[in-house]
């Protein structure tokens, strides 16, 4: 638990944040302090000690009879910043789209601008990077291209769960929380579960941390652990990778398949392509912010939609970062589960 001390700290950070990307103008109203202690479920003391920390940083003015408000003397001209999403991925698909549209979403409500590159068309990072005021990346990110940025001195966030020795701010998952509500679903329609699943790259932070997160699963739900099943999509779509599940004699294939958004379209059109009845298929996991993407739904579908989408979360992240309030820092987002849905 964190102590009232990082807590006003924490919601400092926040204010000052939200004034600096302009959600909250020069002259307008903070909300009071009993409702803001509610909303950050903390008490009134800890929030008055941001509100003082603020007020010393001149952000904040309490005017006696109004309240307390932004500094209506804080400049109003906040030039535009240029952010960049880039997607070491050759596959804008699935993940990738998700968090391109939510990016982009949370840079036009504070009024600026995101750029887009990705491995479909390679570029030089750090001469791409020149004119960005900040840089998102994700994808298959790895030291190499952290240290190159770092070297211009250009604010990065990274987004995804990955081994890396360079120090960066992170925004990652946690991957039970996105895994365990679907196999819990698919365990009320499947007896003697064979897991398999379509994911990262062999080797990476994702793949791993799926296998360990599949075998814990395995394990609390007494139901046999086959890591065999459990296959890398070094080519992103899933495709070649559900040509191994389903070529795999009936006795020794999956009967509950996880995939991501994006592989899912590879297996679902892999089963198109080469005429699978989807009575042949094995159960279908899989997480995505909307259902509507999904195709071929006539395959045994169990579906958890998800309302995060992690833009705002990696915006908000790289603006600390470029306003040097935060450096290094790794925040953990939960996965916001709206609801689990079976198609049968």
């Known amino acids: 638990m964190k102590t009232a001390r990082l807590q006003y700290i924490d919601i400092a950070d926040k204010l000052r944040n939200s004034i600096l990307a302009g959600e909250l103008k020069p002259g307008e109203r903070l909300c009071s302090i009993r409702n803001l202690a509610q909303t950050y479920q903390v008490g009134r003391q800890v929030v008055l000690s941001a509100f003082n920390l603020l007020s010393d940083e001149n952000y904040l003015v309490c005017i006696q009879g109004s309240g307390t ?48 590159a990705s491995a479909a068309h390679p570029v030089d990072v750090v001469q791409w990077s020149r004119n960005l005021d900040g840089v998102l990346m994700s994808g298959f990110v790895n030291d190499e291209l952290l240290r190159a940025l770092r070297k211009v ?67 609390r739900n007494r139901q046999r652990f086959y890591p065999e099943l459990i296959l890398c999509c070094d080519e992103s779509d899933g495709y070649e990778g559900s040509g191994k599940i389903m070529s795999a004699p009936p006795e020794t294939r999956c009967n509950v398949l996880y995939t991501t958004s994006g592989t899912y379209q590879g297996f679902a059109s892999y089963v198109f392509d080469h005429g699978i009845a989807p009575a ?17 739904r006539s395959l045994p579908l169990i579906v958890m939609q998800d309302e995060v989408s992690y833009g705002k979360e990696a915006i908000d992240l790289l603006l600390e970062e470029m306003n040097e309030i935060s450096t290094g820092k790794v925040v953990t987002v939960t996965s916001g589960q709206k609801e689990i849905i079976n198609l049968l």
């Open 69 to 116: 408000m932004v500094n209506p003397d804080l400049a109003t001209d906040a030039p535009v910043k240029h952010f960049g999403l880039y997607l070491h991925d050759s596959f804008l698909g699935g993940f990738n789209t998700d968090l391109f549209e939510s990016c982009c979403c949370r840079a036009n409500q504070l009024g600026h601008d995101l750029v887009l």
């Open 153 to 219: 001195n250009k604010p990065t966030v990274v987004v995804g769960n990955y081994y890396l020795t360079e120090p960066t701010a992170r925004l990652e998952v946690k991957t039970e929380e996105k895994l365990w509500p679907l196999l819990d679903a698919a365990l009320q329609r499947v007896d003697n579960m064979r897991i398999g699943a379509l994911i990262g790259t062999r080797g990476s932070r994702t793949f791993l941390e799926f296998m360990d997160c599949i075998a814990a699963w395995c394990d």
């Open 280 to 296: 042949a298929c094995p159960v279908v996991v899989v997480q995505t912010r909307n259902i509507e993407k999904l195709s071929f």
